[in-house]
Structure formats: structure tokens, C-alpha cells
T-cell receptor, first 116, second 114 residues
Framework: GAGVSQSPSNKVTEKGKDVELRCDPI?????LYWYRQSLGQGLEFLIY????????KSGLPSDRFSAERTGGSVSTLTIQRTQQEDSAVYLC??????????????FGPGTRLLVL | GNSVTQMEGPVTLSEEAFLTINCTYT??????LFWYVQYPGEGLQLLLK?????DKGSNKGFEATYRKETTSFHLEKGSVQVSDSAVYFC?????????????FGQGTILTVHP
């Protein structure tokens, strides 16, 4: 079946604007993850969902960042009042795992965000 | 906290050369270890993994052995191809309440010339 998809693939925005990034996980995968890949910081964990709940939000860099997941499927990462340091590639991954069991994560192609 | 350190790149090799990319980690408990690869224009893909000490992960001619005594998970390939040119990331999953939260190294760019 289809892999993890993300939209948009590229997003250019002006500083101070809000952006929404979307992730469609592989059908049936219960776990969903957001990561950020930037030049200065490498790949960083942002948030993890198990079903619709987020037991681990420890990686969100500030209160301008939020995420939700509905119906145990699609997830949206929202960045409010974007700053230039938010420019990065935002990656989404999903895995079939039940909580507490290690499973392979499958990554989407990412959304490249540029804040001018 | 948990961390992963991998050798700085970029690494440039000729086709059929031997490849080693070093990776060491710091973690409490018994993490699972991974190598991910990102080919040009593509998303991250799992290359191989090992979930306990002395396990060897292997795939596409690549191998890595989980060495608890040296906290290492070095990636090796005996004969690289041009198609192996990519960015390679070492990562760990510390497990426990952090299950699924991957901690990545900085990535190593590999370029293989014909």
C-alpha cells in the first residue's frame, strides 16, 4: 500500500505567519512521530502520538508549536508566528506498534519549510 | 541524556572500496540501534537494526554489530557502489517510556565515484 505522505512538499512563508503541515500515516499504523531536520541541529524528535493522544511532547521547541491527530490517522503540525529559525525539513513517521513494543518507523518525504 | 555521535563527513570513496562509518552512543538501559539512509531526493529509510548486544544487523551488503562494551554500532560494507551515495544516520531508541523516540546522529554524507 501507500507509504507515509506529507503535504505540502514545500512551503515558503513570511515571518510571523502561521503554517500547518499535514501527515498521512500508513493505514493501520497506531504510532505517529514528527521530527525536524535542520542544518544546525540535525534530526530532532518533536512529538509522538499513540492513537490520538500524545504521551511525549518533549521535543516541541516552544509553545508556538502544536500538533494534533484525529481519528487515529491524519496529523497536523501547526507552527504559529513562524520565525526564521523554524526553517527546516519536517519529517513524519509512522509505525504499527502498540505502546511499549519497538517497531520500525516508516518516514514520509518531508515538508521543506522556509521562513523569510 | 541519550546521544549518538557518528563520524564527521563527508566521506568520498571509489567504487568497490571498503566503507566504515563509526557510530557511538550514550544511553541508559539497553537501547535498540539503527542505521537509516537518505538517498538524494528521497525520504529516510531503515537500512538495518539490532535490538540487543552482539546482534548483527545486515541489509544490502551493509552490516553493523551492536557492541555494548564499546557502546558502538559501526556501519561497514565491503565493496561500495555508486548507488550507495547517500546520507547515513545512526540512531537509537532508548525504549522504556521513550519507546519509538529516535535519537539521531548528525549524519554522514557518502559519495562514491566510479
Amino acid at each position: 500500500g501507500a507509504g507515509v505522505s506529507q503535504s505540502p512538499s514545500n512551503k515558503v512563508t513570511e515571518k510571523g505567519k502561521d503554517v500547518e503541515l499535514r501527515c498521512d500515516p500508513i493505514s493501520g499504523h497506531t504510532a505517529l512521530y514528527w521530527y525536524r531536520q535542520s542544518l544546525g541541529q540535525g534530526l530532532e524528535f518533536l512529538i509522538y502520538f499513540q492513537g490520538n493522544s500524545a504521551p511525549d511532547k518533549s521535543g516541541l521547541p516552544s509553545d508556538r508549536f502544536s500538533a494534533e491527530r484525529t481519528g487515529g490517522s491524519v496529523s497536523t503540525l501547526t507552527i504559529q508566528r513562524t520565525q526564521q529559525e523554524d526553517s527546516a525539513v519536517y519529517l513524519c513517521a509512522s509505525s504499527p506498534k502498540a505502546f511499549g513494543v519497538e517497531e520500525t518507523q516508516y518516514f514520509g518525504p518531508g515538508t521543506r519549510l522556509l521562513v523569510l | 541524556g541519550n546521544s549518538v555521535t557518528q563520524m564527521e563527513g563527508p566521506v568520498t570513496l571509489s567504487e568497490e572500496a571498503f566503507l566504515t562509518i563509526n557510530c557511538t552512543y550514550t544511553a541508559t538501559g539497553y537501547p535498540s540501534l539503527f542505521w537509516y539512509v537518505q538517498y538524494p531526493g528521497e525520504g529516510l529509510q531503515l537500512l538495518l537494526k539490532a535490538t540487543k548486544a552482539d546482534d548483527k544487523g545486515s541489509n544490502k551488503g551493509f552490516e553493523a554489530t551492536y557492541r555494548k562494551e564499546t557502546t558502538s554500532f559501526h556501519l561497514e560494507k565491503g565493496s561500495v557502489q555508486v548507488s550507495d551515495s547517500a546520507v547515513y544516520f545512526c540512531a537509537l531508541d532508548a525504549g522504556g517510556t521513550s519507546y519509538g523516540k529516535l535519537t539521531f546522529g548528525q549524519g554522514t554524507i557518502l559519495t562514491v565515484h566510479p
